[in-house]
């Protein structure tokens, strides 16, 4: 497979990292060719032997002594991702104050780092939190970078810093506290560090950050749908259906998972983008009539069924994005998961992250994004609990699961601290706008202190914002996060 081959999956469910501002190819040349290390197949047994795992360098800021800044992108093709060997991204900027070399590096099992030419269940049992923290530590440890005198650069003669957003912000704090004295310091943007099963503190920040008057609605059609799927009336369900061209879909959680999607949307957003995207799009179809805009209580449960439903059928259906969901005609099909004979839960190829992610998903972190607990405003059916996506866990690899699994939440939040992580030099940068803020070290009454080793920086930006540079120039809070992380680099590195 050519070493610069590939492109990214989209999720079925978003994963932490999918849609978000990290995929910035355009900044950095894509026939800049990439570089493999013979990684460690299994770290607990190298009698195994070794992989080619792909990574990709950038010394235009480097001079001697100067740190080296390493990133993975995680759960994605790293092809794509070049950008964050640039100054375009906080990685760059590091590596231009510090006269650094930036270094991205492709997960295990992601793209075209695969230990074998499969993501069979059996091959993905090296798939683990742990091995991907054990290639991070030997490729510290062992790689000649190209270029002059790379192969004297390891951590016991030069700083190196680990730079991650979402699950790699994540396993740039699991690394640290594992292993720590690999990694001089690091950098965590949006780090989702606590493993949760039921996750529906996902839709918190979306909730509280939305147009009210979208949310109102939003959330008067839900009430509504779980009320009618309470009192059993089916008549009443297939009427909703129906109104969103969804009436060939047999399952009702699987009708009430497709209603997420637009909610989903939310990730992609960034202080830059706003009005005019899919999302306030959605919105607007909700709840601007002839010119006019609903009050903070929306229209209505009328409208809104009439309104939503018709941005599917006009819009929803037509638009690019939602190709990930959704396949022309046979959208009820397409949807549904009880039908496990569709490619999406039997393609065993590589260069599928749906697939790789999903594994971990199903093992060792969870994250279901599903409907909150009685009692709480809901944008999301309580029809959705763990268990649906669980049971996709069963679909997608039934030689592992006979029955719907438990990922092991505690175990990994136990192994890597979660929200308790305690470690020097490692800098968190949050959103509040960010959907997977419940997740990091800024969830709403963790109160985590700030400190001068372990500083947590907050600014009004979504997913991963303060990765990307120009995202703090059209916001000063994002821009307050990346300098604070910059000076804090300075002295760390001083």
């Known amino acids: 497979m050519p070493c610069c081959a590939g492109g990214l999956v989209s999720p079925r469910f978003p994963s932490p990292n999918a849609q978000s501002p ?13 570089t493999t290390l013979n990684q460690l197949i299994d770290h607990n047994n190298p009698s195994l032997g070794t992989f080619q795992q792909r990574y990709w360098m950038n010394c235009e800021f480097y001079e001697a002594a100067g740190p080296i800044i390493l990133m993975t992108p995680g759960e994605a093709d790293a092809d794509g991702y070049e ?17 650094g070399a930036t270094v991205l590096i492709e997960h295990r099992f992601f793209g075209y780092s695969n230990p074998y030419d499969n993501l069979t269940s059996q091959s993905l049992e090296l798939l683990t939190i742990q091995q991907a923290i054990d290639d991070l530590v030997y490729f510290a440890q062992n790689v000649d970078l190209p270029m002059p005198g790379g192969d ?57 950050y939305m147009p009210q ?22 008549a009443a369900i297939q009427s909703l259906k129906e109104a969103f061209g969804l009436g060939g879909l047999s399952h009702v959680d699987d009708f009430a998972a497709a209603l997420q999607f637009n909610l989903f949307d939310w990730q992609s957003l960034q202080p830059d983008i706003g009005p005019g995207t899919l999302f306030f799009e959605f919105c607007d179809a909700l709840e601007v009539k002839e010119g006019v805009s609903a009050p903070a209580t929306g229209w209505g449960l009328e409208n809104a069924i009439y309104s939503w439903g018709s941005f599917w059928n006009d819009t929803y259906y037509a638009n690019g994005k939602s190709t990930r969901v959704i396949d022309g005609e046979s959208a009820g099909q397409c949807l549904g998961t009880y039908n496990t004979s569709q490619a999406y839960w039997t393609d065993v190829s590589v260069n599928n992250a749906n697939r790789s992610w999903f594994w971990m998903v199903c093992n060792q972190v969870g994250y279901y994004q599903v409907g909150p607990p009685p009692g709480q405003p809901a944008i999301v059916s309580r029809i ?26 505690g175990e990994v939040d136990m192994m890597y601290a979660g929200w308790n992580v305690n470690v020097d030099r490692l800098f968190f940068a949050n959103g509040l706008r960010d959907p997977w803020r419940e997740a990091t070290v ?45 000076e804090y680099m300075k002295t760390w590195l001083a």
């Open 22 to 34: 990290a995929q910035t190819g355009q900044l950095y040349p894509r026939s800049r060719p990439c």
């Open 83 to 99: 950008g964050y060997l640039t100054n375009e991204t906080i990685n760059g900027m590091i590596a231009q104050q510090q006269q």
């Open 152 to 208: 004297n650069v390891k951590p016991d003669t030069t700083p190196w810093v680990l730079v991650g957003g979402s699950y790699s912000g994540a396993l740039t704090s699991w690394t640290m506290v594992n292993t720590p004295g690999i990694f001089h310091a690091g950098y965590a943007s949006s780090g989702v560090v606590e493993a949760i099963t039921d996750y529906y503190g996902y839709f918190t920040p979306i909730r509280e």
């Open 213 to 234: 008057n979208c949310s109102s609605d939003v959330q008067a059609v839900i009430a509504y749908l779980d009320k009618i799927y309470a009192e059993n009336n089916t």
């Open 384 to 409: 959705l609990q763990p268990i649906y996506e669980e049971r996709q866990c069963v679909n997608m690899f039934p030689q592992a699961f006979s029955s719907p699994p438990s990922p092991s939440v």
């Open 442 to 486: 800024s969830a709403d009454g963790l109160y985590k202190a700030s400190t001068m080793t372990q500083p947590i920086y907050e600014g009004d930006g979504f997913h991963c914002s303060d990765l990307i540079t120009d995202n703090g120039v059209v916001d000063e809070t994002v821009h307050a996060v990346q300098m604070a992380g910059l």
